[in-house]
Each structure stands twice: as structure tokens, then as C-alpha cells.
Nanobody, 120 residues
């Protein structure tokens, strides 16, 4: 099992920056990727960014590319999301995710979410 705890959300103004953190615990040795999704009120959950744990390869949604940066700290089992040039459309609950893998099973884990609100 993997447990994920997000932190760093808050209320900011458009153009500001924010950094989210996600600390993983439990069977962290099984994690192959970690990432972030977000869900705005009344909307479906959407992909934001992901990072491959072993290589550091990153992928971003078009809506955040060039503004957000995902990174990891292997020693701390932590992933970060640096969010720059925030716009009101970024307002959502941001969820940390982790994907663990074995030869026969892939399993996803989710954090509880942290609220990010961007005012105009």
C-alpha cells in the first residue's frame, strides 16, 4: 500500500506562484510514476502532469505546459508541482497520484487533495 499526503494549496491572485508537495509513504519502492490531477467544481478530474520515478521524464497537459513544473526528491519520496503564472482557470482541488507496478498488476493511489484558488 502507498499513502499520499498533499500540501501547499491556498488562495492566490492571478499571476502568482505556488508550490504543491506530495509525500509518499508505505510501499514506495513499488512506485514507477507520480503525478498530479485536478478537479474543478462541477467538472471531471483532469490530468495535469506526471513524472517517471526512475528517469525523471516529465509530461504535461497542454493547459499547463510552460507554466507548471513537476519534480521529485527520491530521498524524501516526495513529488512537487511548481505552479507559475497562475490563472483563475487553475482553480481546482489538486490530487497527487502514484502508480505502482508489478509483473502482473498495476495499481493507482490517490491523495486527499489540496485546494488551489486563483482570484482575478
Amino acid at each position: 500500500q502507498v499513502q499520499l499526503v498533499e500540501s501547499g494549496g491556498g488562495l492566490v491572485q492571478a499571476g502568482d506562484s505556488l508550490r504543491l508537495s506530495c509525500a509518499a509513504s508505505g510501499r514506495t519502492f513499488s512506485i514507477v510514476t507520480m503525478g498530479w490531477f485536478r478537479q474543478a467544481a462541477g467538472k471531471e478530474r483532469e490530468f495535469v502532469a506526471t513524472i517517471t520515478w526512475s528517469t525523471g521524464s516529465t509530461y504535461y497537459a497542454d493547459s499547463v505546459k510552460g507554466r507548471f513544473t513537476i519534480s521529485r526528491d527520491n530521498a524524501k519520496n516526495t513529488v512537487y508541482l511548481q505552479m507559475n503564472s497562475l490563472i483563475p482557470e487553475d482553480t481546482a482541488v489538486y490530487f497527487c497520484t502514484a502508480r505502482s507496478s508489478s509483473p502482473s498488476l498495476t495499481k493507482d493511489y490517490w491523495g486527499q487533495g489540496t485546494q488551489v484558488t486563483v482570484s482575478s
